[in-house]
């Protein structure tokens, strides 16, 4: 079954500074990897997504990785600011059998970013 | 596109009587998905479905859970009877493909007491 961890659980910055967000599971045959944004009380919001053949995406300030093999992504957020404070999730996309997928996430790191 | 829209966005009920949440993906996408977020547990699957069949409902955890989806554009999650371990924020998500960014509704946070 996958399993997906997200370490640190909470995360607390200065405003400016560079970070990384880590995320690990454990079973390499995932179909791609996806980072979400979550504000208290709101919904998901997708801001990345990796497929397993790609090593790489960016957006803005953001930069994901993955590294399927050792079965880790990681979020760079490039000079941080007060408005990315969130909670940000990972998840991974893997069939589960009998033609089934599942999208399975990590509990998240809640991010705050301290002006 | 509106994106998800999920309704109610909050729901408070007695023990023991029917919820019905309700959500309507995003025209064009073939999948939907119903999820249950809690600070113990965190996202949790519940039931998904592939142009409007249920492809997985391992994750619905009793009976009293039960999922609808009647056309592309509408799908229902009920409880019934519910209970106050039900309360959490549950989430529809929709996406094109299995391998495409999912999108996710604003929630409904269901409160049983």
């Known amino acids: 079954k996958q399993e997906v961890t997200q370490i640190p659980a909470a995360l607390s910055v200065p405003e400016g500074e560079n970070l990384v967000l880590n995320c690990s599971f454990t079973d390499s045959a995932i179909y791609n990897l996806q980072w979400f944004r979550q504000d208290p009380g709101k919904g998901l919001t997708s801001l990345l997504l990796i497929q397993s053949s790609q090593r790489e995406q960016t957006s803005g300030r953001l930069n994901a990785s993955l590294d399927k093999s050792s079965g880790r992504s990681t979020l760079y957020i490039a000079a941080s600011q007060p408005g990315d404070s969130a909670t940000y999730l990972c998840a991974v996309t893997a069939y589960s059998g009998a033609g089934s997928y599942q999208l399975t996430f990590g509990k998240g790191t809640k991010l705050s970013v301290i002006p | 596109d509106a994106g998800v829209i999920q309704s109610p966005r909050h729901e408070v009920t007695e023990m023991g009587q029917e919820v019905t949440l309700r959500c309507k993906p995003i025209?064009?996408?073939?999948?939907l998905f119903w999820y249950r977020q809690t600070m113990m547990r965190g996202l949790e699957l519940l039931i998904y479905?592939?142009?409007?069949?249920?492809?997985?409902d391992s994750g619905m955890p009793e009976d009293r859970f039960s999922a609808k989806m009647p056309n592309a554009s509408f799908s229902t999650l009920k409880i019934q009877p519910s209970e106050p371990r039900d309360s959490a924020v549950y989430f529809c998500?929709?996406?094109?493909?299995?391998?495409?960014?999912?999108?996710f509704g604003q929630g409904t946070r269901l409160t049983v007491v």
């Open positions: 998500a929709s996406s094109f493909r299995t391998s495409s960014e999912a999108f």
């Open positions: 025209s064009g996408h073939d999948y």
């Open positions: 479905f592939n142009n409007n069949v249920p492809i997985d």
